[in-house]
């Protein structure tokens, strides 16, 4: 079932709670998508849009990922936390059958105001077009399985485990059957990459996020589903075990569409 199948077949149980099933072909390791968490919160958070306010821009996400989401029934519980003269706020959580928090985010979004600020980050030197990138293949027992739904082209950087001399990575992104690009894809697709910082070890490694910061820079993209984005990540830190990393997300037209912070924990 492709990602926008799964937003969509999101149903309400009763106010403030829905819940869909999710295949385990969307998982990375024993965890559901990270990317689709996220879609799957913001999509319940919209329920709780004022009326009003039911086409305002997404304009930024936290989530924390507290615990494994198993494959399944999801359950989902949202609420609206503050209604501003411009902004919404928003919260919502993954449970447990037994009501135990698994993944949490916080939403804001916002209608346009007026102002004199207007810049943006600068395109980066993109190494090699899509069509000369090198292809990572999906190999069973070996991918997450969430990336059979994704193709991933470097341009710079080296895959995983090989050693790569410096922890960024520049990567063409495209969904393989989503023929529309909405909100729910580029949330996904902003978190769908691997850590650039596990293309510098030798040998494979267990990662995983722990939380995860996206600001989103625009509310229009090119829906094009066959066209490719990029995504320009680096590892700023690592120590501990632990590592910071941040990644910008264009779009095909040369515009950014969204900022990523991520903290993860790498096993190796």
């Given at each position: 079932m492709r990602l926008t199948q799964i937003v969509a077949a999101l149903r309400v149980?009763?106010?403030?709670?829905?819940?869909?099933?999710?295949?385990?072909?969307?998982?990375?390791?024993?965890?559901?998508?990270?990317?689709?968490?996220?879609?799957?919160?913001?999509?319940?958070?919209?329920?709780?849009?004022?009326?009003?306010?039911?086409?305002?821009?997404?304009?930024?996400?936290?989530?924390?990922?507290?615990a494994p989401v198993f494959a399944g029934r999801l359950r989902i519980r949202s609420r609206l936390l503050r209604t501003g003269k411009s902004a919404v706020h928003c919260e919502a959580r993954i449970e447990s059958a037994d009501g135990h928090t698994e993944c949490l985010a916080v939403a804001v979004f916002g209608r346009s105001r007026p102002s004199a600020?207007?810049?943006?980050?600068?395109?980066?030197?993109?190494?090699?077009?899509?069509?000369?990138?090198?292809?990572?293949?999906?190999?069973?027992?070996?991918?997450?399985?969430?990336?059979?739904?994704?193709?991933?082209?470097?341009?710079?950087?080296?895959?995983?485990?090989?050693a790569a001399a410096e922890p960024h990575t520049q990567i063409h992104l495209r969904y393989r059957d989503e023929p529309c690009i909405d909100e729910s894809l580029v949330i996904a697709l902003a978190d769908s990459i691997p850590s650039p910082a596990i293309s510098t070890l030798r040998e494979p490694a267990m990662a995983s996020s722990l939380g995860w910061t996206l600001e989103m820079l625009r509310d229009t993209w090119p829906t094009d589903g066959t066209r490719f984005w990029l995504m320009d990540a680096v590892a700023d830190a690592a120590a501990d075990g632990y590592?910071?990393?941040?990644?910008?997300?264009?779009?095909?037209?040369?515009?950014?569409?969204a900022l990523?912070?991520?903290s993860a924990v790498v096993f190796g």
């Open positions: 149980e009763e106010p403030g709670v829905h819940a869909v099933e999710v295949s385990d072909d969307w998982t990375q390791g024993r965890t559901l998508f990270g990317g689709l968490q996220a879609a799957l919160l913001v999509r319940a958070m919209r329920s709780q849009l004022p009326a009003a306010d039911a086409q305002l821009a997404l304009r930024s996400l936290q989530v924390t990922f507290v600020l207007s810049f943006a980050p600068s395109r980066p030197v993109v190494a090699r077009d899509p069509q000369a990138s090198r292809q990572i293949e999906w190999l069973a027992g070996a991918s997450p399985l969430f990336t059979r739904y994704l193709e991933q082209r470097w341009s710079a950087g080296g895959f995983p485990f090989t590592v910071s990393q941040s990644a910008t997300l264009w779009s095909d037209d040369d515009r950014p569409v990523s912070r991520q």
